[in-house]
Structure formats: structure tokens, C-alpha cells
Nanobody
Framework: QVQLVESGGGLVQAGGSLRLSCAASGGSFKTYGMGWFRQAPGKEREFVATITWSGTSTVYADSVKGRFTISRDNAKNTLYLQMNSLKPEDTAVYYC?????????????????WGQGTQVTVSS
């Protein structure tokens, strides 16, 4: 079955950087659109970024635009999220997710598989 495993989270000071990875197995990773979401304590899970199957098209939430970069390496079955200029409000559990179609999406309901998440904490 499809498995998504996130890694790379941790504690970082404001202004710092982290790179999250999402290792996929059990399916044809290169065929499908992928996304990153996050959930802060007491809040709903929210969209962060999405990417098409080929990596040629990306979309970002306004809150992370210009600071985060989503990318993928289809040869390694891995999705990435490079996070720069981190802010305390970026503190959340970050999840990667996969669709069953080639294109990305902003709506959480359009994703079929989810990882367990990785904690990112940004101190002020």
C-alpha cells in the first residue's frame, strides 16, 4: 500500500531554515500530484504548497509565498519542502499528501494518502 513518511522537522530559531522530506513507497510516485499541509495546535489543517506530477507547476499559500519552496525528485520517490525565513507562526505539524491524479490541489479533501507528520517548532 501507499506509504508517506515525513522527516526533517525540528526546533529552529526565527529566521532560520529547515528542509522537510517525504519519502513515498508503494505506488507510482512520479505519476501523481503532491502537497504539503500543516496543522498548528487548536487549528484546522491548512494548505501550504502543491506540485504537479512533473514538478513543472507549483502553488503556494500566501502565508509562505517567497519563503518556502516545494520540489520533488521522482527518481528518488521523494517530495521536499525547503523552508526559509521561518517565523514563530510557522510552528505546526507538517504533513505530505498524495493525490490519485497528476495535478496538485489546494483542497485537503482532494488528497487520498497522508503521512504521519513531522513537527516544526520556530522559537522567537
Amino acid at each position: 500500500q501507499v506509504q508517506l513518511v515525513e522527516s526533517g522537522g525540528g526546533l529552529v530559531q526565527a529566521g532560520g531554515s529547515l528542509r522537510l522530506s517525504c519519502a513515498a513507497s508503494g505506488g507510482s510516485f512520479k505519476t501523481y500530484g503532491m502537497g504539503w499541509f500543516r496543522q498548528a495546535p487548536g487549528k484546522e489543517r491548512e494548505f501550504v504548497a502543491t506540485i504537479t506530477w512533473s514538478g513543472t507547476s507549483t502553488v503556494y499559500a500566501d502565508s509562505v509565498k517567497g519563503r518556502f519552496t516545494i520540489s520533488r525528485d521522482n527518481a528518488k520517490n521523494t517530495l521536499y519542502l525547503q523552508m526559509n525565513s521561518l517565523k514563530p507562526e510557522d510552528t505546526a505539524v507538517y504533513y505530505c499528501a498524495r493525490r490519485n491524479v497528476r495535478f496538485g490541489a489546494l483542497n485537503i479533501m482532494e488528497y487520498d494518502y497522508w503521512g504521519q507528520g513531522t513537527q516544526v517548532t520556530v522559537s522567537s
